[in-house]
């Protein structure tokens, strides 16, 4: 048995998706996620041109040797582009060799170390009242965990606020087309000020602690909008709001910053879902600068990638929290809870639905109830593609925002 197939399929319902189908020479097919917000096409050329004519008689079985073949073999390593190409041939490798054994693709990773995956969904509103009435309907569904973002005084469009209410499709949609849903020709710009935002953003979840109690789990990201002394000052200012962590305060691409923030607060951090290696983690781990990774299985190399960190991170008694965004595909958030589901070190899963047009295309089997995810018990990684469907939907390009201070500056968004 072998490869003898190998396809790139982009997809737009509502948003854009690169899939990868590999189909074995006795016709079983495994499905993989490769989508890369915004850059999309660029992991389409990697993967057709470069990656999947290698593949082509390879044994499906040896997913190891092939994920060091890719990874190794072509000399420039890592990389969001390499890296989400690699995931989608690793997902769809594990796809594969979980249909052929008729198990879902946990019991393959060790088997369950939980019954159900805690989630936190996300939680916004222009206003304080808007946020407020969110996040109590939220609760009154069982859900214990929600990322807070809120509008800022003074400002416009904010990262992570949307128009959203309890039981609704979270319509928070950062990859942008033109206004009349044609093809964007640039990202849009938005306007930040770090200063409005210290100065007010505790003071959300002081009232939100005294209004909700602290039953509630709270997340909230600042973006990696903030420089290493000012994410110390907002860490420890939330100290007494008992946070459950602060997601990405501060860019982390130079791990070390991370240290000035340590020291200043015992508020937990997580970052990493613009990671891709477990490189781009070793000083954090090692020094336990952070609590909870955040990379997708999309953009770290897939299964065998992103288990490779975790495994690494539990050394240190660091938990996972695994990117589920919209922006990666129900194949890759399905890929993500087989993982959670074996670790030992599960800390929490991020949970964004998909819109009813993405699930049309992507036929799932993973379930949400009571603010638990499952990635059910069907062979493989429990999702299919209907490529019929899928053709209807053509490429649309759509970029994320770019960020600019109140005098002009290019910023981080």
């Given at each position: 048995m072998?490869?003898?197939?190998?396809?790139?399929?982009?997809?737009s319902?509502g948003?854009?998706?690169?899939?990868?189908?590999?189909?074995?020479?006795?016709?079983?097919?495994?499905?993989?996620?490769?989508?890369?917000?915004?850059?999309?096409?660029?992991?389409?050329?990697?993967?057709?041109?470069h990656?999947?004519?290698?593949?082509?008689?390879?044994?499906?079985?040896?997913?190891?040797?092939?994920?060091?073949?890719?990874?190794?073999?072509?000399?420039?390593?890592?990389?969001?582009?390499?890296?989400?190409?690699?995931?989608?041939?690793?997902?769809?490798?594990?796809?594969?060799?979980?249909?052929?054994?008729?198990v879902?693709?946990?019991?393959?990773?060790?088997?369950?170390?939980?019954?159900?995956?805690?989630?936190?969904?996300?939680?916004?509103?222009?206003?304080?009242?808007?946020?407020?009435?969110?996040?109590?309907?939220?609760?009154a569904?069982?859900?214990?965990?929600?990322?807070?973002?809120?509008?800022i005084?003074?400002?416009?469009?904010?990262?992570?606020?949307?128009?959203?209410?309890?039981?609704?499709?979270?319509?928070?949609?950062?990859?942008?087309?033109?206004?009349?849903?044609?093809?964007?020709?640039?990202?849009?710009?938005e306007?930040?000020?770090?200063?409005?935002?210290?100065?007010?953003?505790?003071?959300?979840?002081?009232?939100?602690?005294?209004?909700?109690?602290?039953?509630?789990?709270?997340?909230?990201?600042?973006?990696?909008?903030?420089?290493?002394?000012?994410?110390?000052?907002?860490?420890?200012?939330?100290?007494?709001?008992?946070?459950?962590?602060?997601?990405?305060?501060?860019?982390?691409?130079?791990q070390?910053a991370?240290?000035?923030?340590?020291?200043?607060?015992?508020?937990?951090?997580?970052?990493?879902?613009?990671?891709?290696?477990?490189?781009?983690?070793?000083?954090?781990i090692?020094?336990?600068?952070?609590?909870?990774?955040?990379?997708?299985v999309?953009?770290?190399?897939?299964?065998?990638?992103?288990?490779?960190?975790?495994?690494?991170?539990?050394?240190?008694?660091?938990?996972?929290?695994?990117?589920?965004?919209?922006?990666v595909?129900?194949?890759?958030?399905?890929?993500?809870?087989?993982?959670?589901?074996a670790?030992?070190?599960?800390?929490?899963?991020?949970?964004?639905?998909?819109?009813?047009?993405?699930?049309?295309?992507?036929?799932t089997?993973?379930?949400?109830?009571?603010?638990?995810?499952?990635?059910?018990?069907?062979?493989?990684?429990?999702?299919?593609?209907?490529?019929e469907?899928?053709?209807?939907?053509?490429?649309?390009?759509?970029?994320?925002?770019?960020?600019?201070?109140?005098?002009?500056?290019?910023?981080?968004?």
């Amino acid at each position: 048995m072998s490869i003898e197939k190998v396809d790139v399929i982009v997809t737009s319902p509502g948003r854009n998706f690169v899939t990868l189908k590999i189909t074995t020479s006795d016709g079983i097919v495994g499905w993989g996620d490769g989508t890369l917000n915004g850059r999309e096409l660029a992991v389409v050329a990697y993967l057709r041109d470069h990656v999947g004519p290698t593949l082509i008689g390879r044994n499906e079985d040896n997913i190891e040797d092939t994920w060091q073949y890719l990874y190794r073999g072509p000399y420039w390593r890592r990389g969001p582009v390499t890296m989400a190409s690699i995931a989608a041939v690793d997902m769809a490798l594990w796809d594969i060799k979980a249909k052929k054994a008729g198990v879902p693709l946990y019991q393959l990773l060790g088997g369950a170390s939980r019954s159900g995956l805690r989630a936190y969904v996300h939680a916004s509103g222009a206003t304080y009242e808007d946020l407020l009435d969110v996040i109590r309907g939220y609760m009154a569904q069982g859900i214990t965990a929600v990322r807070v973002q809120t509008g800022i005084p003074g400002l416009g469009q904010v990262y992570g606020v949307a128009s959203s209410k309890p039981g609704e499709k979270y319509n928070y949609e950062p990859a942008l087309r033109s206004a009349d849903g044609t093809a964007a020709t640039r990202p849009a710009e938005e306007t930040w000020d770090s200063r409005a935002y210290l100065n007010y953003m505790p003071g959300v979840f002081k009232r939100l602690r005294e209004d909700l109690g602290t039953e509630i789990r709270l997340l909230h990201d600042g973006h990696h909008r903030l420089t290493p002394i000012e994410a110390a000052r907002l860490a420890r200012e939330l100290e007494p709001c008992d946070l459950f962590w602060l997601e990405d305060p501060t860019p982390a691409e130079d791990q070390t910053a991370l240290r000035l923030v340590r020291r200043a607060s015992t508020t937990p951090l997580a970052t990493g879902e613009v990671f891709n290696s477990v490189f781009d983690y070793q000083t954090l781990i090692t020094e336990r600068l952070i609590d909870y990774v955040r990379s997708s299985v999309t953009h770290a190399g897939g299964v065998t990638g992103l288990k490779r960190i975790l495994d690494f991170a539990g050394i240190y008694g660091i938990k996972s929290g695994i990117h589920g965004p919209t922006d990666v595909s129900p194949i890759g958030m399905a890929a993500g809870l087989h993982i959670d589901m074996a670790i030992h070190n599960f800390g929490i899963q991020e949970y964004m639905p998909h819109s009813e047009e993405t699930l049309k295309v992507f036929h799932t089997s993973y379930t949400f109830k009571n603010g638990f995810l499952h990635p059910g018990d069907t062979p493989g990684l429990g999702v299919e593609l209907d490529e019929e469907l899928a053709a209807a939907y053509p490429y649309t390009a759509a970029y994320l925002p770019v960020n600019r201070l109140t005098d002009g500056t290019m910023y981080d968004w």
